[in-house]
Each structure stands twice: as structure tokens, then as C-alpha cells.
């Protein structure tokens, strides 16, 4: 858990797709997205929390206090209705993305002159 | 976004519990971090030291979060508002200064929008407000809009309301002499039985009307207090309306006075109205109609109904009230659309003087701010170098500025809501002389509104161009641009001498006006009629002999004489005449023979008319025009022809013999002035021309006019029995007058003491802020006086420039004035000298005061200060 290795503007999507799995705190979001890339995403952690205060704002994630594993007292995230609808959303977005990116790294000569 | 704002507020409005929830969270993460890498083997100490360095700087993300939650320019803006709070409290004499000038404005500003607000924009308290509605048709000949129906289709509305319409109701304003615990005119209004239900107002004793009820009264609040001396057994009393007995049924809730614009005292069905009046019921279109539309309903659809039945009923009209169309408007006060627009035309010019004054007011306030900004110019470059851009800066300039606006629109909204309704009633208390109510002026949240908007557009213009100016010189940020500096403090000093020169011009202007129309309003008071309109009261009914005998029977009454037309409240009555070769205009008055018994006009030459002279082709004339038409002789014997037109009545026309000179009168309208071409036609009570009956009283109290109107109402309870007062009819005519001089003197004294207070205010600040300069001058050997006199110098030229720009520009608007009216006096010393001078005088003074302290500088403190 480093520096951030992620892509400008892909931090949002990631927090979003963490807190669907599931209610969850903050630490427990930053452990989600790193176990799922294994290990290969490092969200830079001081900028995890203005994300998530940024996504309540917008109405896209709410949040409630609770107590953790350990019996600690934490803030669980959660998504809305339209956090929902966003995720998916922009989860479309990305993977048109990366198709579009792959065709033009995949892209032979032979084939444009085509 | 609303739920955003929710967060927002509850961030804001639990400022505590956000910051310490944030701590904690922030702390748990650290904490899970910290088991997570003991879990891996690091020691508690190690463990606590790396998840606080992964972490990172915890203000940051703190900074952040609130960032992200949309407090940070919330923080920014309290800041901002507690800096601007302490800097104006630290200045207070600038502060209260910049606050009365513009709360004085505002209160100025607030009256008028409260009395606007009054009559168009409140609203009755009725249910279904935003769905009332008034009918209006579309005449055929001209497109102009048609506020009354005929009664016919009035009441064939009401009886098939076309389907957009919930209800409709019939209205009509009406007067009729009530005789009750007091006998008086009273206004009300006629209306169909189900006024209250459809309005949804339920009386507060006793009951609305039952449909088709007749004989019934209901009484207004007022009502009940002016003609029942609010008795609390009101319900179930008996009234005389129009010499018919009503028995009182109910009493409306204070708040409701009807839908008209005066206040209703009574309501009658409009069956009974019928019975009253039957020759009111012809074709013309006199009643309102109103209602409520329904739910679904749109106004252009209800029209488009209401079109089909207005050009449908054509056949049955006059061809002057034949309808091409109709429209369905939605009522938002008091007044009818078509009398809002009218309102509208005669506010315009009253808005642009009160205008002045917020400019005048906003001028005085630019320059003081000017001088202030200026004084701050070290603070600012301060700011700058530390790293606040031009943004900031001007923001908070702006900042400051606002809360000077909010302090002066609480001031002001204050100063109005004390004296808007006793301005209101000092204005039109001649109505009440007319037996009409109005209604109270309240001021309320919708005043503030304004009156808060004007102070922020005001602050926002009084404070713009000076913060524009103060910030110049750091366009870039940082350190400050020379060049634009010094160029910055020469545009200062120009803008602050220009605005100076512009409110003590607009002073000026302000001042000979409101002098001038109060000189013609003491021209228009002191102006002698002839007689004396307080024993004198006109009774507007065709008169009979009947009327007559029963007049002079009252103990009050003096004498009578019919009239064709009354003094001071009928004009006209010209005539075309010969006399000699001559052909020339004269105002005929058609008076019985005891006419000026009666209005106690002496006699100058000739004898006095009798009962034979009636018809007798003898006429009496006035001493101004037995000057004009013979002058230098005896008119005594003389002649004047009446030829045949269509202003004589039959058997008029002919030659008469001037048998009689009398003194002169004001014999028409007061503004008339006296008659100069008055010529009296004696003709016997009851002739066509006559139309009513000039009284002579003792004295025209409340008793002597209570039994003149009991007496009326038992002769013809089928009359209107209008009496008039000559002292009401001429206090009615002097009101303009009165309110125009009330208004334009408050206006320009208000403008005096803006521009005095602001010179004084922007003299005090100058002289504050120069005190280096002026110890400088001291220390090297200058005395008090010559610095007195060099910081006076300054002020005494721009008032000099004032002067300059005012007193043209005042005669140019008196010139126009003129052109409009040749009754009015448009020079006047007093005015265009007098009150310029004292504005110089008392200006000089308010520069004097602040300029004497520079004598008490000590030159070694004000250099130590530095």
C-alpha cells in the first residue's frame, strides 16, 4: 500500500464496485479493491476518504455508523439506488473503453490498410 | 441536489459531531491498519509508526473530506463575515454612517412598495386563491378590454358557468345611505348568494346568504364597527339601506373586506340591489364577474369557453359593448388587471423620484466606500503577498459591503413598517371624508424581500467599482503593479469627486422640486373661493319642491337653492355668447333666485335677484367678467345674447338683461381658480338643467349631515341621496396637492441629510486618513486655520460643481412642468435660491465639523502613528 498506480478518474468506479459487494468501512473498501486486483491497484489512502465523502454527497453511497470485526466503532458505506444505476453505468463505459483501447493496440498494418 | 444540500446543512448545522465523526473515522482506519500489520509480525511500535506514515497527513484529508462535502466555502464565507463584522465595528462611525444613509433610502423605497404591495400584489384570504379568476370580454370595435357584464349576461353565467369554471360570482360596488346607530353613505357591494360559499370565507357571527335570501345584511368587520358601533347583538338588527329595512345576518371575519379594492362595509344580494335601483339594471356592463377555475382547468381554456358565450350573446348587446372574444385573467390582488395596469402608469414617475433617492443614497455611499477601500490599501497588499488572489480579495471588499446592505435593509424595513400605514392615512384621509374605506397598509415579509434586494443591488453598485479600483494594482496577485497603483488612487480620487458632485446635484434637483410643489400647494390652499365651504353642502338629487319644503323644515337648514352645477365639484357648463359684436365663451350657472343668499355672495351693482326673475331673461354676472366684457363702465342694463346650441336647454336661447353684479367665486374646480366668466341664469327649481341642491348649514357637522341625509332618504328612498360637504369636496381636491408636497418634501429632505451626513462621513474619513500628511503639513509650520481651510477648500468645490450640475437640470424639469399645466407656479426665489443655498450652507458645515479636527492633530503623534 503505496503510492496510487490507478488511471485519473478511475478511483470513483473502484469505490463504487468495492461497496456493492457489501456494506462496508473505509479501510475494509482500500483492502477489497487491492485483494481483488491482487495487489496490483494501491489506492493512495488519504484519498479514499474525500472519495467517499464525495459519492454520499452526490446521493451515490450512504453511510452508517456500526462496529467492526474487531469490535471497533466504524462507518459502514453502502450503495443507493442510483449508486447503483451509476455503477453500472459507468462499468459499461469502461469496458467499451478497454475494447476500444485493445482494438487499437491489437490494430495490424495489413488491417487499417485494409 | 436536495439530498446533497440535507448533507450540507447537517454538516453545517452539527459542526461538531461532522469534525469529531471524521476524527474517528480517520482514527479507526489507522487503528485496523495497525492490527493488520502486527498480524504480519511488525511490533505495536512499528506497526503504529507505518500506518500513520501510510496514512499520511491527516489535516489534509481532513481538509479534503470537508472539501468534498461542500463546507470549505461555508468556513471561507463565516470567515469572511466575521472579518468584514470586526473591521466595520472597529469603524463605527463609518459603519452607522453607510447604514442610515442607505436604511434611510430603503424606508424611503418600502413605503411605496408597501402601499404598491397593498392594493395590487396582496390577496384576500379566500380558498382556492390561485385559481381565482375575473372575466373580461374583448369589445368588438376597438380590442379593449371589458372589466363589467351586462346584468342579463351576468346572470346567465352564473346560471350555466361554461365547464372550466368551479363557480362564478356577480359583483357589483355599490353606495347606498344607511341609516343606522348612525346615517351616513356607505360603500359596499351587491352580490349573488353565493358570494361566501365560492369564496370560501365564513362569516365570523352569524351566517352568509341563503340562495335566493332577500332583506339581508351582512356587515363587514369595518361595517359592523362604523355603523353598529360593533354592538355585540349585531346579528338579527335591523338597518335602513335606501329607506328599505335589512336585518343583519352575519358579520365577516376581520381580515376580509371584500375583493375591491376599498373596503366593503356591507354585503347585499344583488336581488335586493335590483329592487334599490332598477334603473341601474339596463344594458350597460357594469358587474363583475369572478370565480374559481377548476382544478384541471387553464385559463386560455376557460377563456376560449367563455369566448363562445360573449360572441354569442352579441345579438342581444348595444353595438358600443358587442364582444369579439374574452379573457380569463388570474387575479394576484385587490385591484382588477385593467386598473393594475392603470396603477402601473401613475406609480411610474412617483418609482423614478424614490429611484433618485437610492441613487443619491448609493452615490453618497460609493464615495465613502471609495475612501475606505483606499485607507485599507496596506491590509490589501498584505493579503496579496501572502498569497490571496484578486478573487479573494474583492470578495471580501464585497463581503463587507453586503453586510452593510442587510443592516440597512433591517433599518430601513423598520423605518417602514413604522410609517408606512400612518403615511397612508395622512395621504388619503380625504377618502374617509368620502365615506370610503381603505384598506390597512401592512408591511410584510414581501417588503423586506424588496427592500433587502434593493440594499444587496445597491451594495453590489456602491461597493463594485470601489473594490474594482482597490484591487487593481494586484490583478496578477502578488506584489503590487506600480503604475497601476498610482493610476488606481488618481481613477479614486476622480470617481469619489464625480459621485460627490453627482449626489449633491441630484440633491439640488430633489430639493427645488419638492420646494416648488410645496409652494404651489400654500398658493393652492390659501386661495380664497368666495364663500365659506365649511357652511355649505351640496345634495345631489334632481331637485323638487317637495325636497324643498322638507329641507327647510330641518332647524340646521338655512336656505336652499337648486343648482345646475355645485362649486368645487362640477366644472364646465361653457357656453357660446354675443355680447355686442363680440362672440366669446361664458360659464353658465343656472341658480335659483335665492342662490346667493345661500352662498352669501355680496352684491356690487344692480339689485338682488328675486323669485319673479326666474325666466324673466335677466342674468346676474360675476365682477371679473362685468370687467372684461365692459370695462371701465357700468355693466348695469347691459346686454348678452344667448344664441341656439346644443349646451342650452330649450327655451334658453335668447337676449338677457345684466340686472346684477355680484362679487367673484370659485365657481367650478378649485385648480379652476375664480370664475372669470361666470354668468348666473336664474331658473326655478326644477328645471331641466338642475342637479342639485346647494344647503346653506351652520356649520357642516357629523348631526347637521346625519339629518340632511335622514331627511333625503324619507323623501326619495329611491336616490342615492349624495351629499357632499363643500369643505370634503375641497379637502378631496387639495389632496394631490397635500400628498405630492408631503411626499417631495420628505424626499428632499431625506436627500439633504443623505448628502450632508455622507460629506460629513467621507470628510471625517479623509481627514482620518491623511492625518500624516496634514501633522506633515503642521510640523513644518502650517496653522490649524490654513489646514482647516485647505481640507475645506476641497468640499466647497465640489458643492460649487453640485449647484452646477442641479440647478439647471431643476429648472429644466420645472420648464416641463409648465408646458404640462399653466396653473402651476414654476419659479419661485425660495425654491431655486433659498434651498440650493442652505444644501451649500449646511453641506459646508457637515465638511467643517471633521475638517476642525485636523486642528487638533499633534504633528509628533500623528507621525509617530506611522
Known amino acids: 500500500m503505496a503510492s496510487s498506480n490507478l488511471l485519473p478518474g478511475t478511483l470513483d468506479l473502484l469505490v463504487l464496485k468495492a461497496v456493492s459487494l457489501g456494506a462496508e468501512h473505509g479501510y475494509g473498501v482500500l483492502q477489497r479493491i487491492q485483494r481483488a486486483s491482487k495487489g496490483a491497484l494501491a489506492v493512495e489512502q488519504g484519498a479514499l476518504y474525500p472519495a467517499l465523502f464525495r459519492l454520499e454527497s452526490q446521493g451515490f453511497i450512504e453511510a452508517e455508523w456500526g462496529v467492526s470485526g474487531n469490535n471497533r466503532k466504524a462507518k459502514f458505506y453502502r450503495l443507493t439506488r442510483t449508486g447503483r444505476a451509476k455503477l453500472l453505468r459507468d462499468q459499461g463505459d469502461w469496458r467499451r473503453m478497454v475494447e476500444a483501447m485493445q482494438s487499437v493496440l491489437d490494430a495490424t498494418r495489413a488491417e487499417l490498410l485494409a | ?866
Not at chain 2, 499520511?56 to 468584514?84: F, I, K, P, V
Not at chain 2, 385648480?671 to 331641466?688: C, K, N, Q, R, W
Open chain 2, 1 to 866: 441536489m436536495i439530498a446533497r444540500l440535507k448533507l450540507l446543512w447537517r454538516a453545517w448545522r452539527h459542526r461538531g459531531r461532522f469534525e469529531s465523526e471524521l476524527a474517528d473515522e480517520l482514527a479507526f482506519h489507522e487503528a485496523a491498519r495497525r492490527d493488520d500489520l502486527m498480524a504480519q509480525g511488525l511490533s505495536p511500535r512499528d506497526a503504529a509508526r507505518q500506518s500513520r506514515i501510510e496514512l499520511g497527513m491527516r489535516e489534509l484529508h481532513r481538509d479534503d473530506c470537508r472539501r468534498a462535502r461542500g463546507l470549505d466555502w461555508l468556513d471561507t464565507a463565516a470567515r469572511d463575515l466575521r472579518y468584514a463584522f470586526r473591521g466595520l465595528r472597529r469603524n463605527p462611525g463609518y459603519s452607522l454612517t453607510a447604514v442610515w444613509v442607505l436604511g434611510a433610502a430603503i424606508a424611503a423605497n418600502g413605503v411605496l412598495f408597501a402601499l404598491y404591495n397593498a392594493y395590487a400584489l396582496q390577496m384576500p384570504p379566500l380558498a382556492r386563491a390561485e385559481r381565482w379568476v375575473s372575466l373580461q370580454g374583448v369589445a368588438a370595435q376597438d380590442g379593449r378590454g371589458i372589466d363589467g357584464w351586462s346584468p342579463a349576461d351576468a346572470d346567465e353565467l352564473l346560471r350555466d358557468p361554461p365547464a372550466p369554471f368551479e363557480g362564478l360570482y356577480w359583483l357589483r360596488d355599490i353606495r347606498l345611505p344607511v341609516v343606522a346607530n348612525v346615517s351616513r353613505p356607505a360603500y359596499g357591494e351587491a352580490v349573488s348568494t353565493n358570494y361566501f360559499d365560492l369564496l370560501g370565507v365564513q362569516p365570523r357571527n352569524g351566517r352568509g346568504f341563503h340562495e335566493g335570501e332577500t332583506g339581508s345584511v351582512v356587515l363587514s368587520h369595518v361595517g359592523w364597527r362604523v355603523l353598529l358601533d360593533a354592538a355585540p347583538d349585531a346579528v338579527g338588527r335591523q338597518v335602513e339601506m335606501a329607506g328599505r329595512r335589512f336585518t343583519v345576518i352575519g358579520v365577516a371575519p376581520p381580515g376580509f373586506t371584500g375583493v375591491t379594492v376599498s373596503s366593503a362595509l356591507y354585503w347585499i344580494a344583488k336581488d335586493d340591489f335590483h329592487a334599490l335601483r332598477p334603473a341601474d339594471f339596463g344594458d350597460t356592463p357594469f358587474i363583475d364577474v369572478g370565480g374559481f377555475l377548476r382544478e384541471d382547468a387553464t385559463p386560455e381554456q376557460a377563456a376560449a369557453s367563455l369566448a363562445a358565450f360573449a360572441t354569442g350573446r352579441n345579438a342581444q348587446r348595444a353595438d358600443d359593448w358587442r364582444l369579439s372574444a374574452a379573457r380569463v385573467l388570474p387575479r394576484r390582488g385587490y385591484l382588477r388587471p385593467g386598473d393594475i395596469e392603470e396603477l402601473k402608469s401613475i406609480a411610474a414617475p412617483i418609482g423614478i423620484a424614490f429611484a433618485a433617492l437610492l441613487l443619491v443614497a448609493a452615490a453618497n455611499l460609493a464615495s465613502l466606500v471609495l475612501a475606505r477601500f483606499a485607507a485599507r490599501r496596506k491590509e490589501l497588499a498584505v493579503r496579496a503577498a501572502v498569497g490571496a488572489p484578486r478573487r479573494r480579495l474583492l470578495w471580501q471588499l464585497f463581503t463587507e459591503c453586503g453586510l452593510l446592505a442587510v443592516a440597512a435593509a433591517l433599518l430601513g424595513f423598520a423605518l417602514a413598517a413604522l410609517l408606512a400605514d400612518p403615511l397612508h392615512q395622512a395621504m388619503i384621509g380625504a377618502l374617509g371624508e368620502l365615506s370610503i374605506e381603505m384598506r390597512e397598509v401592512q408591511v410584510d415579509a414581501r417588503v423586506f424581500g424588496y427592500g433587502l434586494a434593493l440594499a444587496l443591488l445597491a451594495a453590489l453598485t456602491f461597493g463594485g467599482v470601489p473594490a474594482w479600483l482597490a484591487t487593481a494594482p494586484w490583478k496578477r496577485g502578488g506584489a503590487a503593479d506600480v503604475d497601476v497603483a498610482s493610476m488606481q488612487r488618481a481613477a479614486q480620487s476622480r470617481l469619489r469627486s464625480a459621485l460627490m458632485v453627482t449626489q449633491l446635484g441630484a440633491s439640488v434637483v430633489l430639493l427645488v422640486l419638492a420646494s416648488l410643489i410645496a409652494a404651489n400647494a400654500r398658493v393652492a390652499e390659501s386661495q380664497a373661493l368666495g364663500y365659506d365651504p365649511q357652511r355649505l353642502v351640496a345634495l345631489r338629487i334632481p331637485p323638487d319642491a317637495r325636497m324643498r319644503e322638507a329641507l327647510l323644515q330641518l332647524p340646521q337648514v338655512q336656505g336652499v337653492a337648486a343648482v345646475s352645477r355645485f362649486p368645487l365639484m362640477m366644472s364646465g357648463g361653457a357656453v357660446d355668447a354675443r355680447v355686442g359684436e363680440r362672440s366669446l365663451p361664458l360659464n353658465l350657472r343656472r341658480v335659483e333666485s335665492t342662490y346667493f343668499d345661500v352662498m352669501d355672495l355680496p352684491l356690487l351693482q344692480g339689485r338682488a335677484l328675486r323669485r319673479g326673475d326666474e325666466g324673466a331673461r335677466v342674468v346676474a354676472i360675476s365682477r371679473r367678467t362685468a370687467e372684461r366684457l365692459w370695462p371701465g363702465r357700468n355693466a348695469i342694463g347691459e346686454r348678452i345674447e344667448l344664441p341656439s346650441q346644443e349646451a342650452l336647454e330649450e327655451g334658453e336661447a335668447g337676449r338677457y338683461e345684466v340686472v346684477a353684479v355680484v362679487e367673484d367665486a370659485v365657481t367650478g374646480l378649485f385648480i379652476g381658480g375664480v370664475d372669470g366668466s361666470a354668468v348666473y341664469l336664474p331658473e326655478p327649481a326644477g328645471a331641466p338643467a338642475h342637479r342639485a341642491w346647494l344647503v346653506r348649514v351652520p356649520d357642516s357637522t357629523r348631526a347637521t349631515l346625519d339629518a340632511l341625509l335622514r331627511t333625503c332618504v324619507a323623501i326619495a328612498p329611491q336616490d342615492d341621496c349624495d351629499l357632499m360637504p363643500l369643505r370634503t369636496a375641497l379637502r378631496f381636491q387639495h389632496t394631490p396637492f397635500l400628498v405630492a408636497a408631503t411626499v417631495a418634501t420628505a424626499l428632499g429632505w431625506t436627500a439633504l441629510a443623505i448628502s450632508c451626513v455622507g460629506l460629513y462621513g467621507l470628510v471625517s474619513y479623509l481627514v482620518q486618513s491623511r492625518r500624516r500628511e496634514l501633522g506633515v503639513r503642521l510640523a513644518l509650520g502650517a496653522r490649524s486655520a490654513q489646514v482647516i481651510r485647505h481640507v475645506l477648500s476641497h468640499a466647497a468645490r465640489q458643492i460649487a460643481l453640485g449647484l452646477a450640475v442641479g440647478w439647471p437640470l431643476a429648472f429644466g424639469i420645472s420648464r416641463l412642468a409648465a408646458s404640462v399645466s399653466d396653473q402651476l407656479h414654476t419659479f419661485d426665489l425660495g425654491s431655486f435660491v433659498g434651498w440650493p443655498l442652505l444644501l451649500a450652507l449646511l453641506a459646508l458645515g457637515a465638511a467643517w465639523i471633521p475638517a476642525r479636527r485636523t486642528a487638533t492633530i499633534a504633528p509628533t503623534e500623528a507621525l509617530r502613528e506611522e
